[in-house]
């Protein structure tokens, strides 16, 4: 499985069967967070086998189960779309690796002790992670007319590139993004307002990135 697979076959999975990740995907996934961290300045760690951190009545509501794994996407304020860039990254790694995800804002406990945290940092995502009951179901989207803007035709590569943004997961799958074509090869991209957006553009941006083919444009 390819990245672009990978977006295309992930969706969303909240209840987790009782199976503890094997120690090369662990391996794996640690690797993929070095770079990331190195690349990016986040804090980004992976917890495992940590069941109280979704052992709330929040999470209970949310229809979390099993849920004994996840990343904790540490960092400072304002790095909250990087969050989203690498925090994704990391979602497809695990799709590739046959694990399922699920990003979560309010449904598990913050007090959570194996979470490094250093000073002037935060927890300002964390993302589920486990072997799903289920692969999850598509989210609905917009049309890509309401997300997009060409200034002249549309190229084959933009086109491409919307696709996958478009598959992009966003907080309460509002999809509160605008992505515009302004020349050959410019594109811009800005959050919406609502909820989480900034971090959203993040995750849409390294959709859009896979797409379109990152040497293909460059971004304002």
């Known amino acids: 499985m390819n990245t672009l697979e990978a977006m295309q076959s992930r969706h969303a999975v909240r209840s987790f069967k009782n199976q503890k990740i094997d120690s090369d995907t662990i ?8 770079r990331c961290n190195k690349e990016s300045g986040l804090h980004i760690q992976l917890i495992t086998e940590e069941p109280e951190a979704f052992n709330s009545f929040l999470a209970h509501y949310g229809k979390f189960s099993n849920c004994n794994n996840y990343f904790a996407i540490v960092g400072r304020k304002g790095n909250e779309e ?57 989210h609905k989207s917009k049309d890509m007319a309401q997300l997009c803007t060409c200034k002249a035709d549309m190229p084959a590569w933009f086109r491409n590139g919307m696709e996958a943004a478009m598959l992009a997961p966003t907080a309460l799958n509002q999809q509160k993004f605008m992505i515009e074509l302004t020349d050959d090869q410019a594109v811009s991209a800005k959050a919406l307002s609502g909820m989480n957006t900034v971090l959203d553009l993040g995750i849409v941006k390294y959709h859009f990135e896979i797409g379109a083919g990152v040497n293909t444009f460059k971004w304002l």
């Not at 391996?27 to 070095?34: H, K, S, T, V």
């Not at 860039?85 to 913050?110: H, P, S």
């Open 27 to 34: 391996a794996a996934l640690n690797n993929e967070i070095d």
């Open 82 to 138: 990087a969050a989203g860039y690498y925090g994704e990254q990391l979602v497809l790694k695990a799709q590739e690796l046959g694990l399922n995800t699920c990003w979560v804002v309010l449904t598990y406990k913050k007090n959570k002790k194996r979470i490094q945290i250093d000073n002037g940092e935060k927890i300002i995502i964390v993302i589920a992670l486990g072997y799903g009951t289920t692969q999850g179901i598509p």
